[in-house]
């Protein structure tokens, strides 16, 4: 079956301080990955997509990246966190095999903290 | 410039009446919209979608609109229960290989037993 796993599910950190949030894949190859954050009441922002390996767009400049060295694995990361970049951070993916009508399946998230 | 919007930021419905979630959208270019259903502190979960050649697709209490000339999309679910309540978002597929979703801002519906 085909699951995804998002990990932490939570964390606090200190402005200045790097970050990294990974995301895998499991049971589909080469799917399109997605990186969406979702701001204290506000809506689910796409931040980075990945259509394959080594190739991420990025849709909104901000202090962040984002990195996919293999084919089921997603990378977030910052080298040094702000205040603004809280939130609620969500991986989702899409197979190419999968319904056009059944759009991403999402991970649970991770909750990041700025302090 | 936000292409999907949700201008109704909550809704509170009775159990058993209807509830109609809007969104409105200003471009063109979608070839999928999608409403998913998200609780806190978890990942959205994929409720029903709408190619954008249709005008209605029912699943089970759920049905969406679309009506292309207007650029609006609306979810009815009939009848409201009490573990609907969430937040719902509306969501736009790009036409291309991208697959991008575009999200609203989310309506936090409650119904009320």
């Known amino acids: 079956s085909q699951t995804i796993h998002q990990w932490p599910a939570t964390l606090v950190q200190p402005v200045g301080s790097p970050l990294s949030l990974e995301c895998t894949v499991e049971g589909t190859s080469n799917p399109n990955l997605y990186w969406y954050r979702q701001a204290a009441g506000r809506g689910l922002q796409l931040l980075f997509y990945?259509?394959?390996?080594?190739?991420i767009s990025s849709e909104v400049p901000q202090n962040l990246s984002a990195s996919r060295p293999q084919d089921r694995q997603f990378i977030l990361s910052s080298k040094k966190l702000l205040l603004s970049d809280s939130g609620f951070y969500l991986c989702a993916w899409k197979s190419g095999g999968t319904p056009a009508n059944y759009g991403y399946t999402f991970g649970s998230g991770t909750r990041l903290t700025v302090v | 410039d936000q292409q999907v919007k949700q201008n109704s930021p909550s809704l509170s419905v009775q159990e058993g009446r209807i509830s109609i979630l809007n969104c409105d959208y200003t471009n063109s270019m979608f070839d999928y919209f999608l409403w998913y259903k998200k609780y806190p502190a978890e990942g959205p979960t994929f409720l029903i979608s709408i190619s954008s050649i249709k005008d209605k697709n029912e699943d089970g209490r759920f049905t969406v609109f679309l009506n292309k000339s207007a650029k609006h999309l609306s979810l009815h679910i009939v009848p409201s229960q009490p573990g609907d309540s969430a937040v719902y978002f509306c969501a736009a597929r790009t036409m291309d290989s991208s697959y991008k979703l575009i999200f609203g801002s989310g309506t936090r519906l409650l119904v009320r037993p």
């Open positions: 990945s259509v394959g390996i080594g190739q």
